[in-house]
């Protein structure tokens, strides 16, 4: 399937543009406007390209835009990086690696835990590569979204959680239009994959 997108490149001190910042696009359409020089820079217009095709922001905590693992928090004035994709709730949504996405539901039983090699999704090609992504359900209405930011390939410019296990949450089972946040990063360590366990030991705890 292809998609058609139109860019709109504006003067600085465009109307819109200073309302809404270097650059804004319209949810699942096929347009963004861009200040001046920030069509140039591939983080803005990736980030714009995000919100056509249905995602929203990614934060940290409680700042907007600071998650700095994927494209959808801040943009960066460079015109050839930094590559990086999307955070684990976004590949999610837009349904990446889903055959190498495993979902769990943990509880009392560890049937429903997992415990294996986690990879980055710069090998998801590799045959041995069977998990680049976790979901978690909860009993809540928001879910919990785990990748191996592995600092290599499609995710070697990463800026924050480079070799690292990166936390994600959201709602809406990761299918609408909800920011993300980033929640932590765990152990840093650069291998193309690391050895995750997650459970519940009990129903207000989660363990990565």
Same mark, same amino acid.
């Given at each position: 399937m292809y998609i058609i997108l139109t860019t709109f490149h504006t003067p600085p001190r465009h109307y819109n543009i200073i309302r809404s910042g270097i650059a804004y696009a319209y949810i699942n359409s096929w347009n963004s406007v861009y200040s001046n020089n920030w069509c140039n820079n591939v983080s803005a217009q990736l980030h714009e390209i995000g919100h056509n095709i249905g995602l929203a922001h990614s934060n940290e905590g409680t700042t907007a835009y600071a998650d700095q693992s994927g494209m959808m928090g801040f943009s960066y004035s460079q015109d050839d990086g930094p590559r990086m994709c999307f955070n684990a709730a976004k590949n999610y949504q837009l349904g990446w690696y889903s055959d190498k996405t495993k979902v769990i539901s943990p509880g009392a039983s560890t049937d429903n835990c997992f415990a294996g090699d986690l990879y980055g999704t710069a090998f998801y090609a590799d045959a041995g590569a069977q998990t680049v992504g976790i979901k978690v359900n909860t009993d809540t209405s928001t879910d919990v979204y785990i990748m191996y930011n592995a600092k290599t390939g499609i995710?070697?410019?990463?800026? $924050? !959680?480079?070799?690292?296990?990166?936390?994600?949450?959201?709602?809406?089972?990761?299918?609408?239009?909800? $920011?993300?946040? %980033? !929640?932590?990063? %765990?152990?840093?360590?650069?291998?193309?994959?690391?050895?995750?366990?997650?459970? $519940?030991?009990?129903? $207000?705890?989660?363990?990565?």
């Open positions: 995710q070697s410019g990463t800026v $924050e !959680g480079g070799n690292q296990v990166m936390v994600v949450t959201t709602g809406a089972e990761g299918n609408a239009l909800i $920011e993300t946040t %980033v !929640g932590a990063d %765990v152990a840093e360590q650069p291998f193309p994959s690391v050895y995750v366990t997650v459970y $519940e030991p009990d129903a $207000e705890t989660l363990i990565v």
